[in-house]
């Protein structure tokens, strides 16, 4: 199933790896880990409005929304497909 990102993006619930909360994420061993990877920015959200990161098996993506809230996303679409 897709889960909603942010702005216009949706990821496939079979890709996502991790969905990591901004505050829990910067370490100094992750911030290395940032920067070494692309991260896409969802939308036109600036580095402020960054609440969560969503790695998937191709991208790393920032967004506005909650990591709570994108688990709930997608835990919603796991019990409905009945996982």
């Given at each position: ?12 619930s079979m890709d996502v790896v991790i ?64 996982r």
């Open positions: 199933m897709l889960i909603h990102i942010g702005g216009e993006t949706v990821v496939n969905i990591l909360d901004y505050q829990t994420a910067h370490s100094k061993r992750n911030e290395k880990f940032f920067k070494q990877n692309q991260v896409k920015n969802i939308g036109s959200i600036r580095s402020d409005e960054i609440k969560s990161y969503i790695i998937t098996k191709d991208s790393i993506y920032a967004s506005s929304i909650s990591s709570s809230t994108l688990n709930r996303r997608s835990n919603i679409w796991h019990n409905i497909e009945g």
